[in-house]
């Protein structure tokens, strides 16, 4: 019988769980904007209405995502600042180490594994990058649902260069997400089909002590 | 002297050779229309001049290869049979008929013209093949190129007015201009679609394109196919040829002739390109009220960005075309040495 511990609460699963239908809907309709002269792009905005229906519904989830990276703002930062939260995905030298030692072995130069705590470096740069990619495209999303009032205030030229910047963060999240995450979720050979916990909550004894065992030793102790 | 000619020319009238020699039914018909004072007054009270002019029908596109019976059929026989015109104008919608005969093609396409739907609802100033052809000396319409939009002046005269002041139109008066459009080029000569309907909007950029965008072409006078290129990709040439998929007409974006005008398009460059510039707010401000000074330079003059024209937009494309490959390229790379790695490690 596997022992199955807690690795994360409801607040995080639903929040994880309504940034992925965000994100998606984000993406689906999104990219079409971006490569709008390719034919897969034209057939998708057809068949979601029209560019203008694509672009409302691209704009809803920008801001139903805008209000959710708050809430998740808010709620670390009131955690931290309580006291009540341990800010584990705080990058510190530990993670460089560990990813020397983790590409160290990777290319067989040592056979010495990297033991993590509750987050990973892997872990953490997905994390990171996912709160940098959101504040650009939230701020640009926001520049291109105003430029006349953004325009009051900054250059025009800050209007195309927001929309640059819109689309190459949106496409660069893209392809982390299908390459890094879906790799690191469902393709590797450690979790291969389908990594379940951040939907249930649950991760077995035997993982946790493969995958974080400094975590496992905190909680022991 | 005079009555025997007439009584002989009756004779060989009533005989009709309508496939004798052209030449002889011309000097046939010719002998009585030649004389200038011929002429028929119909029940409006208008008289109907029947003279012919030799010299304009000899010089003309059909002068010596058809008799005039090809067009005027049923003359030959005398007397003529009666006019049932009641005006003019009758007499000549009622004419353009003959033409068909032969040009088959050219009138089915006046078919589908606005031209052609303001007639069948009964508007009879609706220009028929004569009004715009002439009818005895009918020449080369496109000869010289500048007469073309002439002929469309005669009606449309504001709009001619227009274009003769436009870079098009004074390339054409000024330099004989072979490239530029004169009116048909954009309109099309005899399917000539109505200008306003929603679906001839939005497949202008298209129009505008087809010259704006031939490299070739726009290498002669120093003009960027990046104009049209540049209006694509951005935000209103985008939304404009998606729109312009759905067929139903209908778009909210600018089009190219939304900020540089219809028929009295300006120059571009040179002196008025500061007058356009300086427009450019107000420009805007007809699809964006509230727009600022500063709202124009969130469109690029339709440069595409670089360190000179928009150099921080092309900054941050950079940033993306190194970020991107480098991030992804390192991910892939991690992935590829754990899969090595656990297919080392069985």
């Known amino acids: 019988m596997t022992t199955m511990l807690q690795r994360f609460s409801t607040r995080q699963r639903v929040e994880h769980f309504v940034v992925m239908i965000l994100f998606t809907t984000l993406c689906v309709t999104g990219l079409p904007q971006k490569y709008f002269q390719a034919d897969w792009a034209a057939a998708i905005i057809n068949a979601l209405g029209g560019i203008s229906a694509v672009r409302w519904v691209h704009r809803v989830a920008g801001i139903l995502f ?53 987050f990973d470096y892997r872990q953490k740069f997905e994390y990171w990058g ?23 205030w900054l250059p025009g030229q800050v209007i195309p260069a927001a929309k640059a910047a819109h689309s190459g963060e949106g496409l660069l999240a893209f392809l982390t997400i299908i390459v890094w995450h879906i790799y690191n979720a469902h393709l590797n050979p450690d979790v291969f089909p389908f990594d379940k916990t951040i939907f249930t909550g649950q991760i077995s004894e035997a993982r946790m002590k493969h995958e974080h065992p400094l975590e496992l030793e905190g909680r022991k102790r | 002297m005079g009555a025997a000619a007439l009584i002989l020319l009756a004779a060989l009238a009533a005989q009709a050779p309508a496939a004798g020699d052209p030449a002889d039914i011309i000097e046939t018909c010719l002998s009585c229309h030649e004389d200038p004072s011929l002429e028929l007054t119909l029940p409006s009270g208008e008289t109907l001049s029947l003279t ?139 399917a000539i679609e109505g200008a306003t309907s929603g679906n001839w909007r939005t497949r202008s950029p298209d129009l505008c394109g087809s010259c704006h965008g031939d490299a070739a072409l726009m290498e002669k006078y120093g003009l960027s196919t990046a104009v049209h290129r540049t209006y694509l990709t951005e935000f209103h040439g985008m939304t404009a040829s998606l729109d312009a998929t759905k067929g139903d007409g209908r778009t909210m974006s600018a089009l190219c002739t939304d900020c540089h005008g219809v028929h009295d398009i300006p120059r571009a460059s040179g002196e008025q390109a500061a007058v356009m510039r300086a427009n450019l707010a107000n420009t805007c401000r007809s699809c964006h009220p509230g727009a600022t000074d500063s709202f124009p330079d969130a469109w690029l003059s339709h440069w595409e960005p670089s360190w000179t024209h928009a150099p921080l937009v092309y900054a941050v494309q950079w940033v993306y075309w190194v970020l991107i490959p480098f991030i992804i390229g390192g991910l892939l790379l991690q992935i590829l040495l754990h899969v090595w790695r656990v297919v080392v490690n069985r």
Not at chain 1, 132 to 141: A, C, D, Q, R
Not at chain 2, 62 to 69: E, I, N, P, V, W
Request: aromatic share 6%; proline share 4%; net charge neutral.
């Open chain 2, 52 to 190: 012919v002019a030799r010299e304009g029908f000899m010089t003309s596109v059909h002068g010596g290869r058809q008799s005039c019976l090809d067009c005027h059929t049923g003359m030959d026989e005398f007397p003529h049979p009666a006019l049932s015109a009641r005006t003019r104008r009758e007499f000549r919608v009622a004419s353009y008929e003959a033409c068909k005969q032969c040009h088959f093609n050219n009138y089915t396409r006046t078919l589908d013209s606005a031209h052609a739907a303001a007639l069948s609802r009964g508007d009879v100033n609706a220009p028929t093949c004569v009004d715009c052809h002439g009818s005895h000396d009918i020449r080369p319409p496109g000869e010289p190129r500048s007469r073309i939009s002439l002929t469309c002046g005669q009606c449309h005269a504001g709009v001619s007015a227009q274009y003769a002041t436009s870079a098009h139109g004074q390339a054409l008066a000024d330099h004989a201009n072979t490239d530029v459009p004169v009116c048909t080029d954009c309109h099309e000569s005899h």
């Open chain 1, 66 to 118: 805008t209000i959710v990276t708050a809430v998740h703002l808010v709620v670390v930062i009131a955690g931290a600042v309580s006291g009540r939260m341990t800010l584990t995905l705080v990058v510190n030298r530990q993670d460089f180490v560990d990813a020397m030692t983790t590409l160290r072995y990777y290319l067989g130069l040592s056979n010495e594994q990297a033991r993590f705590g509750r």
């Open chain 1, 130 to 152: 996912m709160i940098m990619g959101s504040l650009i495209v939230i701020l640009t999303g926001l520049v291109l649902i105003y430029p006349i009032e953004v325009a009051r």
